[in-house]
Structure formats: structure tokens, C-alpha cells
């Protein structure tokens, strides 16, 4: 089981930035594959970005590419998503996820085992 805890939301003003963090539990985060999605209300789950276990592999949506970018630090099994240039179409609710099975789907949710409780971020314009 893996217990993932996301923090660092908040109200922003457009142009501002956050860092989210998501903290995990689990003796083996270093092999996880770990992925950021949002959701804003009325609209589905969206792929925000995603990082194999040691970090060489990232991934983003078109729409955050450029101001997005995910991290980890698995001594500190953490990932964190550092957002810039924060638009009022970048409010949703974020949601870290972790695959457990050792592939790399990146933007697929279904590949995901387990899902953070969500951190609100809202941008004002």
C-alpha cells in the first residue's frame, strides 16, 4: 500500500507561481513512476506531467510545457511540481499518482495505482 500526500496548493494570482509537493510512503518510491493530474469542476481528469523513477524521463501536457516542471527526490520520497507563468485556466484541484508496476505510461491515468487526496490551486486573473 502507498500512501501519497499532496501540499502546496493555493489562491495565486495569474502570472504567480507554486510548488506542489506530494510526499510517499513506501520503502520502494525510488521505482515508482510518479505523475501530476488536475481537475478543474464539471471537466474530466487531465494529465499534467510525469517522471520515471531516477528522473530522466519527463513528460507534460502541451498546455503546461514551458511553465511546468515535475521533480523528485527519492531520498526524501517526494515529487514536486514547480508551476510559473499561472494562468486562471491552470485552477483545479492537483492530484499526484504513483504506478507501481515498473512501466512508463505517463498520461495514462489507468496506469496508476494509487492517487493523493488532492490539493486545491486556484488562480485569480
Known amino acids: 500500500q502507498v500512501r501519497l500526500v499532496e501540499s502546496g496548493g493555493g489562491l495565486v494570482q495569474a502570472g504567480g507561481s507554486l510548488r506542489l509537493s506530494c510526499a510517499a510512503s513506501?520503502?520502494?518510491?525510488?521505482?515508482?513512476?510518479m505523475g501530476w493530474f488536475r481537475q478543474a469542476p464539471g471537466k474530466e481528469r487531465q494529465f499534467v506531467a510525469a517522471?520515471?523513477?531516477?528522473?530522466?524521463?519527463?513528460d507534460y501536457s502541451d498546455s503546461v510545457k514551458g511553465r511546468f516542471t515535475i521533480s523528485r527526490e527519492n531520498a526524501k520520497t517526494t515529487v514536486y511540481l514547480r508551476m510559473n507563468s499561472l494562468k486562471p485556466e491552470d485552477t483545479a484541484v492537483y492530484y499526484c499518482?504513483?504506478?507501481?508496476?515498473?512501466?512508463?505510461?505517463?498520461?495514462?491515468?489507468?496506469?496508476?495505482?494509487?492517487w493523493g487526496q488532492g490539493t486545491q490551486v486556484t488562480v485569480s486573473s
Open positions: 499518482a504513483a504506478d507501481t508496476s515498473g512501466a512508463y505510461s505517463a498520461a495514462e491515468p489507468s496506469a496508476y495505482h494509487y
Open positions: 513506501g520503502r520502494t518510491f525510488s521505482t515508482y513512476t
Open positions: 517522471i520515471t523513477w531516477n528522473g530522466g524521463i519527463t
